[in-house]
């Protein structure tokens, strides 16, 4: 049995009377990031932190996992694929890798992820240094992580990557009209 579920947290902006939003095309360039005295990174061009102050694996073992029913909705899935908008930090597709791992007979997760300005693994390491006990999955992930423009696959064991850098929307009807090799 196949089983999916969608995270639409970060849409993409809407049209505006004039015409479409104008979004800066992605080029592969990391996100300018402050570092907060907490360790915490934050972006200023969209004046917001990448997790929770308060406990950012909790939050997304609380939201992201609870939120969606998982890990019950794995019980009967011989595979499951997840989509979101906004990769981050990577760590809702980490703590969503920890907890397929525990299960006895874990699905095959795909994991779909759009990200206008991936960070570098630097960055990554930096941000999820916070987490310890993620580190065996942050490890695999930087093992892999070389983000470009466009579609890539990143396997991990027990789960397949495909991140998704630069505008979502021609990405999306890149992979549907069959002009990208996703």
Request: charged share 20%; net charge negative.
């Amino acid at each position: 049995k196949a089983c999916r579920t969608i995270r639409m947290s970060e849409m993409p902006p809407k049209a505006t009377q004039d015409g479409p939003p104008v979004i800066a095309q992605a080029s592969g360039e990391a996100p300018r990031i402050e570092w907060l005295d907490d360790g915490v990174p934050r972006a200023p061009a969209f004046q917001d932190t990448y997790f929770s102050r308060a406990g950012g694996l909790a939050e997304t073992r609380h939201v992201f996992l609870g939120g969606n029913g998982l890990p019950d909705r794995w019980l009967d899935c011989d595979t499951f694929a997840i989509a979101e908008f906004g990769f981050g930090t990577g760590l809702n597709f980490l703590t969503t890798l920890q907890a397929l791992r525990s299960l006895e007979t874990p699905p095959k997760l795909t994991f779909v992820s759009f990200e206008l300005f991936p960070m570098t693994a630097e960055q990554l390491e930096r941000a999820l240094g916070a987490f310890p006990e993620l580190a065996a999955e942050v490890a695999e992930l930087l093992e892999v992580w070389a983000p470009k423009p466009g579609w890539s696959r990143l396997a991990v064991e027990g789960a397949e990557l495909l991140l998704a850098i630069g505008d979502a929307r021609s990405l999306i009807a890149s992979a549907l009209d069959g002009s990208a090799a996703v």
